[in-house]
């Protein structure tokens, strides 16, 4: 067999290889970013807005994410842990009919320590706690962005008055659907809360203090 007919063997099957690895990446492509659609639900939509409706770029970061964090264990929490950032959250609730700014402070340290405790990445590597917890609280993790952005919003206190007020309670109220989720007993958690005595197996108290205040400023 001659050199050249050789090397035309050779680009033809480097030709037919590549037209394969295309069609698969198209038969798939649907597929896979409609996986992506239904597992992150509107942090997908929030990716392809950053990506100024880029989808192929969102998908390659939800992607990457996925790659990154999909397979993190998370920790169970041991009864006592739960109660205290329980109480630790509805104490920051009712401090904010007094000290909105503070309230929502705290908030955001008790979930970025929460997070931390639950297995995520610690709170000093904020992105990429964030985008941990996208892949598994993908519904929620938007509430945990506002409320991150108001406590580092006017260090100053700027944040007086009755608009300041209503964006860090509507922060705190989204941000509280998150830490719900992280501090709710797992399946893991379940034989543990079963054998625990019963004075460890009060829920959390939500009060009503961030609405009540709303209504009170209308």
Do not use: C
């Not at 609730?93 to 955001?108: G, I, K, L, N, T």
């Not at 008790?110 to 990429?128: D, H, K, M, S």
């Amino acid at each position: 067999m001659s050199t050249g007919l050789i090397i035309a063997l050779i680009v033809i099957v480097a030709v037919v290889v590549a037209v394969a690895v295309v069609l698969t990446l198209r038969a798939r492509g649907p597929r896979h970013g409609a996986n992506l659609k239904r597992r992150f639900g509107p942090e997908y939509e929030r990716a392809v807005a950053r990506h100024d409706g880029d989808t192929r770029a969102a998908e390659r970061e939800l992607a990457e994410r996925v790659e990154r964090h999909g397979s993190l264990q998370v920790r169970p929490l041991e009864p006592a842990e739960r109660e205290r950032y329980e109480a630790r959250w509805t104490a920051a609730q009712e401090r904010f009919v007094d000290a909105p700014r503070e309230a929502v402070v705290e908030a955001d340290r008790l979930i970025a320590e929460l997070a931390g405790t639950r297995g995520f990445p610690a709170g000093e590597q904020y992105e990429e706690q964030v985008a941990a917890l996208s892949v598994h609280h993908a519904h929620h993790v938007e509430g945990y962005r506002r409320v991150h952005r108001v406590a580092r919003a006017h260090p100053d206190g700027a944040h007086d008055g009755s608009a300041g007020t209503e964006e860090m309670r509507e922060a705190m109220v989204e941000a509280r659907a998150l830490f719900e989720e992280l501090v709710r007993p797992s399946r893991q958690d379940g034989a543990r809360r079963a054998a625990a005595p019963a004075a460890h197996r009060g829920g959390q108290r939500t009060p009503s203090l961030l609405h009540r205040r709303q209504a009170k400023e209308s």
